[in-house]
């Protein structure tokens, strides 16, 4: 493992200051400042992509083929997206026309908050980060990166990089655990954007309360997917067994459990068997393409809930905590009540849960908290609305899991306990920007208009 110099908990504040004055400075205004730093963005990943690969390769024994796809390529697609849109999307915004208000020209201008504070997991850190410090520039702001302590190589690289490349008094990166978050967590930010799990989650929100901070919370939750027996099985193995098992698992929107009919389960499986042998030829321990678990503390809490399972392991179930290796696993006729099914396995496991129809399949889903997607694997259109229409969750996909937060316009989100707020795309630039409110009134509009608001008060005045 990689060694992280964490920032001194006593240089924590000058930063926030350094970058509250440079803020204040107002050279964010500039919008060719603020390209010219996107742009930036885009060339501190085209030179270091070589080390930055290695660097995960190093924390999650990544394939570099997975952190092209997961990291490099929605990073890519927002920075040229931004750069394109930002034009446009700091116009100010006009108001429907109204006869009354028009000659005072109404309008809300898009101005930046301030420093926006951006916590991320390990999951997928290049993405992470600087997908919102994009939105965040182009908003006009100044950021404070803090990336996970749980991957020190990448973590410690970006730290190096990011000064590199942008302002340095603008954007920062603090590298630390819990005292140094905590340290963060005390001081005034502009908006707080927090990816991780939920427990956190609730701390981060209690602690941005204390000044009012706007928050948006990125958060997990246990993904469904529901089959339809008339679906194409092949297809449906495949793009099954590749959302749970990219990255070892370790994806917010991986498909967490699988429903489908009792009668169909021995298909499925048959499929995915055959699946997993193209996808591992010579077993997942010696695969280039699969990685793994970020920490053994993690690999242990994954064993432990694959230990307890009264489910029948079909595919994998190999554990090695010291080499934080979980084969990629498939356990079928697992209960609703089974330890794999009480919270985000956040693993390369995939529990299969036999139901009777899609009615019991819905009122499972609906039986836990909303999560950040909802899968059905169909060609029915009926079938898929009928999913859809009875449940809640931050994305509803058919046919695909986990490429939607690639796609650009597409904003990622959660519902209830799977968060609130957005990020990547116009959403997280608007969430990173203040609508300032504007109007300006000429004095020949009394005359024509609104003097009747002025004292003494007649009882004929004109209503509107
Ligand atoms: P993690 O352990 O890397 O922690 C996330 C961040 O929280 C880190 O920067 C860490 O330093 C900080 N942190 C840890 N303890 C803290 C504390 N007590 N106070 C303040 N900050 C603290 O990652 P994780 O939380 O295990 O991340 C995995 C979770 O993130 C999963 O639940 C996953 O579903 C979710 N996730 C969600 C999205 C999304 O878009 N909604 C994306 C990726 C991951």
Redesign the pocket.
């Known amino acids: 493992m990689a060694t992280l110099t964490y920032t001194r908990i006593e240089d924590i504040p000058k930063i926030h200051a350094t970058a509250r004055e440079a803020f204040a400075s107002g050279r964010t205004k500039s919008i060719a400042f603020r390209k010219a730093q996107i742009a930036q963005v885009g060339y501190l990943l085209k030179d270091n992509e070589q080390r930055i690969k290695d660097a995960l390769k190093s924390d999650l024994g990544r394939p570099y083929l997975e952190t092209e796809l997961l990291d490099f390529a929605a990073v890519y697609g927002e920075v040229r997206m931004v750069y394109d849109k930002i034009d446009q999307w700091v116009k100010p915004q006009r108001i429907d026309f109204h006869f009354n208000w028009f000659p005072m020209g109404p309008k809300l201008v898009a101005e930046p908050k301030g420093v926006i504070l951006n916590?991320?997991?390990?999951?997928?850190p290049v993405f992470?980060l600087l997908s919102p410090l994009v939105s965040a520039i182009a908003a006009g702001n100044g950021a404070v990166l803090?990336?996970?302590?749980?991957?020190p190589a990448f973590s410690q690289l970006i730290a190096e990089l990011l000064p590199k490349y942008l302002d340095r008094e603008l954007y920062a990166v603090i590298n630390?655990?819990?005292a140094?978050?905590?340290k963060m967590?005390e001081l005034p930010w502009d908006h707080i954007l927090?990816?991780?799990?939920?427990?956190?989650g609730r701390?981060?929100a209690a602690?941005a309360a204390k000044h009012l901070t706007p928050t948006t919370?990125?958060?997990?939750?246990q993904n469904p997917v529901v089959v339809d027996p008339k679906m194409d099985v092949h297809l449906t193995a495949k793009r099954l067994l590749w959302g749970r098992f990219s990255n070892a698992g370790?994806?917010?929107?991986a498909p967490e459990y699988v429903l489908v009919p009792a009668h169909f389960q021995d298909t499925l499986i048959e499929e995915m068997k055959k699946v997993y042998n193209t996808f591992y030829p010579d077993g997942p321990e010696n695969s280039d393409s699969f990685a793994r678990v970020?920490t053994t503390a993690?690999t242990q809490r994954i064993k432990k809930r694959l230990d307890e399972t009264k489910g029948k392991i079909v595919l994998g179930g190999a554990t090695d905590v010291e080499k934080r290796y979980i084969a990629p696993t498939v356990v079928r006729d697992v209960p609703v009540d089974d330890s794999l099914l009480t919270e985000?396995i956040?693993g390369p496991v995939l529990p299969i849960v036999p139901v009777k129809d899609v009615d019991e399949a819905i009122s499972i889903i609906r039986s836990k908290d909303y999560p950040?997607a909802v899968y059905v694997f169909s060609n029915d259109p009926k079938f898929e609305e009928k999913v859809f229409s009875n449940t809640k969750s931050?994305a509803a996909v058919t046919n695909e899991t986990v490429i939607t937060?690639g796609v650009p316009g597409l904003p990622?989100?959660?519902i209830g306990p799977?968060?609130y707020g957005y990020?990547t795309g116009k959403h997280c630039f608007e969430q990173f920007t203040h609508w300032r409110v504007s109007l300006k009134n000429p004095g020949w509009v009394d005359k024509v208009a609104f003097g009747f608001r002025y004292p003494p008060y007649k009882p004929d005045y004109k209503k509107y």
């Open positions: 916590i991320a997991p390990f999951n997928v992470l803090k990336p996970s302590e749980q991957t630390g655990g819990v140094e978050t905590t967590l927090y990816t991780g799990n939920g427990r956190i701390i981060i602690a919370l990125e958060l997990g939750g370790q994806i917010c929107l970020v993690h985000e956040f950040l931050g937060a990622v989100g959660g799977s968060g990020y």
